[in-house]
């Protein structure tokens, strides 16, 4: 019902006596104790020994903020059921909910049915990764945008700095091929080297702090950095075309002016 699978060895047998005194453990379980051969290997828990019949395969018993711990299976006596699972098919789980819950209350009319969808199961750890993911979106919008204004702001003081020189170089004939070359190439080695050196280092850190807040986190691709590379590129060329529109624009004359 929940898709687990025998790695090796057997699995219980339904009102089975001589099951009462055997397990069936995961993988992390014979991989901790450095078994070569768990089937059939015995141990004692509060002085009963028990009977590795079966391995399962590795499977998250947790949300993926925990980690997996070593599992251990025992067939409970029937009067210990406490909770009934099904496996229903898609786009029946409405009218197959409806069922249940009228079934039951034709058999225990006086016990509230207490019946959940797997979904709403795991709604807090859904709930918390999405929060956790609001939270690096925005932290991810004020970095990009604390770069940008950063980058507005250097860019504009520069060329502001220069609009003497930019309006010398006017009068003595330079076009706006000139002037886009003049201003651009400066940013041209800034950015490779802001990347060089901010592109391996943001990757490390955020592969960081998904290990710190996940213990089994998806593979980390580059298509995040990529995205941020480019658009913090895109912010550059925007900024600089209009500090360049803005210089060939302006009057000379007036540039002249500027001590």
């Known amino acids: 019902t929940m898709g687990l699978r025998l790695k090796e060895g057997r699995n219980f047998k339904n009102h089975s006596e001589n099951d009462k005194r055997v397990v069936v453990v995961n993988e992390l379980f014979v991989k901790n104790l450095n078994l070569s051969e768990p089937v059939r290997e015995q141990f004692e828990i509060d002085s009963v020994k028990y009977e590795v019949i079966g391995v399962l395969q590795e499977f998250h018993t947790r949300n993926f903020f925990n980690e997996l711990r070593p599992t251990i299976f025992i067939l409970s006596e029937e009067k210990d059921y406490a909770y009934l699972s099904l496996r229903v098919r898609k786009g029946a789980e409405k009218d197959t909910y409806s069922a249940l819950q009228e079934q039951w209350t034709k058999l225990y009319p ?30 991810a919008f004020i970095s990009v945008l604390l770069a940008s204004l950063g980058l507005y702001g250097l860019v504009t003081l520069n060329v502001s700095g220069r609009l003497r020189e930019f309006s010398i170089r006017k009068t003595l004939g330079a076009g706006i091929q000139h002037i886009a070359s003049t201003i651009t190439k400066q940013y041209v080695w800034m950015i490779a080297t802001s990347l060089m050196i901010g592109v391996p280092v943001s990757y490390l850190f955020t592969k960081a702090y998904l290990n710190m807040l996940f213990a089994y986190p998806m593979q980390m691709g580059y298509s995040g950095i990529i995205i941020s590379v480019t658009m913090l590129i895109v912010v550059l060329l925007m900024v600089v075309s209009s500090q360049i529109i803005k210089v060939v624009r302006s009057n000379p004359i007036n540039g002249l002016k500027v001590e």
């Open 110 to 139: 006086e016990i509230p049915f207490q019946g959940e969808h797997q979904k709403d199961v795991w709604a807090n750890y859904f709930h918390s990764v999405d929060r956790s993911e609001r939270f690096s979106d925005v932290l």
